[in-house]
């Protein structure tokens, strides 16, 4: 199997070493994405709603440069730091994703880096 | 790829915006799964091994209505509150599973949403 | 689909009931390994840097054992007690995968079993 690199500047670039996805035949693997704004790498130090709405951006439009769209998305992993943000993630994921519904976990985490307050992954596949 | 969501009453109905599992081709994606009875709804109160028997219950009952069965889970991630709760989940998971032991990874999470020890989720495979 | 189970010498054992790896079709799913050393299973307790080398050294055995090699890693998870370890966590990797960039998020937690300050887990395809 051919494991490819996506490389997108419509995402916040990666601040380590990894891609912010990789492709293997149809299944994209999208990294941890923080709520940074591309291009300008602005962080979003704003409540948790902007910080969510950042994130799932990032994510989107990473999985649409690999391929996908917001209906291919399978499956996301959300880190927050705190248990007490879960309902307003939830408003913003919802209103985010509409009727599309993936599989989810939400984490609560002991930190993030940079001192963010969410974190999202996700398992994507090619259209 | 066309990603279809699962819905069974035979496990917990989903708390939040997102589907108990998503189907990708022959590839099966479960949320974290937390222990709630089905139906009733009744969060399961009692120890970690009450705990970690309800939520592999729900991961199982939904890989069955995902197509699947115990031996196409090829791996579960679990997220506990405790690494003093460890080993009885170990036994208690390795009772639920007897010869099949998918991949696996146990990790210590900062809180579980409303109280709760232990949260499970898995990949499977359709049969 | 028929999940296989890998072992190998090569890696540390498992310390519960989980497989080092599974693999479902061309799919390598590795569980959680930490810096403990092949056969003697001695744990790594120096500093992060030799921890973070020795559980990638697992994981990577691991791949290859399922028949995968360093290039065909799609996504690793990698568990850190402490967002202060994140740079030297950072550095080793970037040494050990070299070109290679698998997606990757970095998950701060609660604890790790015995003390342990880094896990990683990986999922990879058969060449």
Known sequence: MNITSVNTYDAALPGGHYSQATV????IFVSGQLP????AGESVKDDISEQTYQALSNVLNIVKAAGGDITTIAR???????????????????????????ARSIITVAGLHHGFLVEIEAVAFTI
């Open 36 to 39: 940074v704004r591309p291009l």
């Open 76 to 102: 996301t992993t959300i880190y927050a730091v705190d248990v007490k943000h879960w309902e307003e993630i939830n408003r913003v994921y919802a209103s985010f994703f509409g009727p599309v519904k993936p």
């Open 24 to 27: 293997a035949g149809n299944v």
